[in-house]
C-alpha cells in the first residue's frame, strides 16, 4: 500500500491564484500564488494547500512540520481508546460457593476495565431438571457484581443455557473540592476608656500670697 501523500505546499502549489489564510487564521483574500509564496517566506513559515477541491484553492501559512507533529499526537492518542469487549463466565448449579467468588473476581475485573460480561450457567444431562438452583447461582452473581456491572439483558434460558449480560456501570464523577468559607472577622473589643483623675480643688489658703 503507498504512503499516504500529504497536502501540496509551497512550490508544489501550481494552480493561481489561491485564497489565502494567514498564520492566525485572518482571511486574506484571493491573491497570485506568487505573492501568497512571498507571504509565507516572510513570516518564515509554509504555505500549505488546506482545501484543494475549493475554487481557487484555499492555501494556509502555518509552520507544516507542527501540523504534522500535532495531528500524529491526535491520531496516537485516538489509537489509544481501549475497545469495549465481551468477556464471559460460566458456573454451574452445583458451583460451591468459593468458586462462585472467584468467578466474581474475575468478572469484577472485566466490568472494571469497561468491558460487559455475559454469566452462563451451562445445565448438564439431569441438571435441566434443577433450574431453580441454576437461576440461584446466577442470581446470586448478579447481586455480587451490582456494584461495578448494570443488568443490561435479564436472564433467559436458551437451551441448555441460562444466560444474563452486564454492562460496566462508570465511576461517579469526582466532586469538586469547595474552599472553606472564610472564618468571620473576631470582634475586636472596645478599648477601655482612660481614666481620669480627679483634680483636687485648691483651698483659698493655698493661693499664693500676693504682695
Do not use: W
Not at 504512503?3 to 498564520?23: A, C, K, S
Not at 489509544?80 to 468478572?107: F, S
Not at 444431562?125 to 448478579?142: I, N, T, W
Not at 481614666?195 to 489658703?205: H, L, N, Q, Y
Amino acid at each position: 500500500m503507498p504512503p499516504e501523500r500529504g497536502p501540496r505546499m509551497n512550490e508544489q502549489i501550481r494552480i493561481t491564484p489561491v485564497r489565502l489564510v494567514g498564520p492566525e487564521g485572518e482571511q486574506l483574500g484571493i491573491v497570485p500564488t506568487a505573492q501568497a509564496l512571498e507571504k509565507a517566506r516572510e513570516a518564515g513559515l509554509d504555505l500549505v494547500e488546506v482545501a484543494a477541491d475549493e475554487r481557487p484553492p484555499v492555501c494556509k501559512i502555518l509552520d507544516y512540520g507542527k501540523m504534522r507533529f500535532t495531528n500524529s499526537q491526535k491520531n496516537n492518542k485516538a489509537t489509544k481508546v481501549r475497545q469495549q469487549k465481551l468477556k464471559e463466565i460460566r458456573v454451574r448449579p452445583k458451583t460451591g460457593d468459593h468458586d462462585v467468588e472467584t468467578k466474581v473476581a474475575h468478572a469484577r475485573k472485566f466490568l472494571e476495565h469497561n468491558d460487559k460480561v455475559q454469566v452462563t450457567v451451562i445445565f448438564r444431562g439431569r441438571e435441566m431438571q434443577h433450574q431453580a438452583e441454576g437461576r440461584r447461582v446466577l442470581d446470586m452473581v448478579l447481586e455480587k457484581l451490582a456494584a461495578v456491572g448494570k443488568v443490561e439483558r435479564p436472564p433467559a434460558l436458551d437451551g441448555k443455557r441460562m444466560t444474563a449480560l452486564l454492562m460496566p456501570i462508570k465511576p461517579p464523577a469526582k466532586p469538586t473540592k469547595s474552599k472553606p468559607a472564610a472564618k468571620p472577622a473576631e470582634a475586636k473589643p472596645a478599648a477601655k476608656p482612660a481614666e481620669t483623675k480627679p483634680v483636687e480643688a485648691k483651698s483659698a489658703g493655698d493661693a499664693a500670697p500676693t504682695e
